[in-house]
C-alpha cells in the first residue's frame, strides 16, 4: 500500500537550533513530494515540493529538504528555528497515477526560547 | 496567487441537522477539489474527490449518503453533512486542483470546523 510515515510525532527543538523532521515514502515511480504547514485552526500552507527536479529543494521560510530516493526519504530541515516555526508539519506525497494526496501523520514542532 | 476559500469557517449545529460547506476556487477554474478530514490532533484523511459534472468518487469507508458532494461548477464544491451526530464533529478542508492531470497544482482552503451538540 501506498504510505508515508513521519517517523516522530513530537519534535521540540531550543530556538536559534536546527531542525529536523524526518519523513520516508513507500517506493513509486517518481512521486511527487511536498512539505506542508499547519498552524492552529488553520488551513494548510505549502512549504516546498520535489517534482523530479533538484533533490535539495529550498522552500518558504528557511526550510528546505532533500529527496533521497536511495532512502525514500524527503527530510525537512533548517538550520535555525524560530519561534514563530511552532506548528504541525506534513509529509505528503503524490503517488503517480493519483491526483489526491497522501498524507503522513504529521509532526508536532515545538520551538523553546 | 491562487487561492481556495471555504465558507463557513466555523459552525455549530445541532444533532440531526444537516449543514453545508462551500469551497471556491476564487481565481482559477477546478475541475477536481478534494475534501478532506481532520479528526484532533491527527492527520488528513481523504473523504471523496468531487469532479465538476459528474459524481463525487469516495474513499472506501466514507457514506456517500452522509456526505453529499455536489460540484456545479468549475469554481464551486460543496459538501453537505446530512443529519449531523456529534462524532461528525471535526475540521473539513478542501482542495482544489489548478491545472489539468496528475500534475495540476493543490491550494487549500482554511478549513471548516464543525461542531455537532
Known amino acids: 500500500a501506498q504510505s508515508v510515515t513521519q517517523l516522530d510525532s513530537h519534535v521540540s527543538v531550543s530556538e536559534g537550533t536546527p531542525v529536523l523532521l524526518r519523513c520516508n515514502y513507500s517506493s513509486s515511480y517518481s512521486p511527487s513530494l511536498f512539505w506542508y504547514v499547519q498552524h492552529p485552526n488553520k488551513g494548510l500552507q505549502l512549504l516546498l515540493k520535489y517534482t523530479s527536479a533538484a533533490t535539495l529543494v529550498k522552500g518558504i521560510n528557511g526550510f528546505e529538504a532533500e529527496f533521497k530516493k536511495s532512502e525514500t526519504s524527503f527530510h525537512l530541515t533548517k538550520p535555525s528555528a524560530h519561534m514563530s516555526d511552532a506548528a504541525e508539519y506534513f509529509c505528503?506525497?503524490?503517488?503517480?497515477?493519483?491526483?489526491?494526496?497522501?498524507f503522513g501523520s504529521g509532526t508536532r514542532l515545538q520551538v523553546q526560547p | 496567487g491562487a487561492v481556495v476559500s471555504q465558507h463557513p469557517s466555523r459552525v455549530i449545529c445541532k444533532s440531526g441537522t444537516s449543514v453545508k460547506i462551500e469551497c471556491r476556487s476564487l481565481?482559477?477554474?477546478?475541475?477536481?477539489m478534494f475534501w478532506y478530514r481532520q479528526f484532533p490532533k491527527k492527520s488528513l484523511m481523504l473523504m471523496a474527490t468531487s469532479n465538476e459534472g459528474s459524481k463525487a468518487t469516495y474513499e472506501q469507508g466514507v457514506e456517500k449518503d452522509k456526505f453529499l458532494i455536489n460540484h456545479a461548477s468549475l469554481t464551486l464544491s460543496t459538501l453537505t453533512v446530512t443529519s449531523a451526530h456529534p462524532e461528525d464533529s471535526s475540521f473539513y478542508i478542501c482542495?482544489?486542483?489548478?491545472?489539468?492531470?496528475?500534475?495540476?497544482?493543490?491550494?487549500f482552503g482554511e478549513g471548516s470546523r464543525l461542531t455537532v451538540l
Open positions: 482542495s482544489a486542483s489548478r491545472g489539468g492531470g496528475n500534475t495540476g497544482e493543490l491550494f
Open positions: 505528503v506525497v503524490r503517488y503517480t497515477g493519483r491526483r489526491a494526496l497522501t
Open positions: 481565481d482559477f477554474q477546478a475541475t477536481t
